[in-house]
């Protein structure tokens, strides 16, 4: 990784999935701080699941003119 670049870990797995995210201060030696607090976002895969197979644009039957 490159000086001021960004890079974010997913570990989805075990019915959570947790985010970090980090920044590359320097890069010899390399040295990255914490740019947002760790953590599971989104609750359980069952919940992701349900999220992205929920439709969340209702569709009218009705033609458009």
């Known amino acids: 990784q490159q000086k001021g670049s960004n890079v974010m870990v997913i570990d989805a797995g075990g019915g959570t999935v947790d985010l ?25 895969g069952a919940a992701i699941e349900k999220r992205l197979t929920t439709p969340r644009l209702k569709v009218s039957s009705k033609a458009r003119s």
């Open 20 to 44: 970090s995210t980090y920044n590359f201060v320097e890069d010899s030696p390399v040295r990255i701080r914490e740019i947002a607090s760790p953590g599971c976002r989104f609750g359980t």
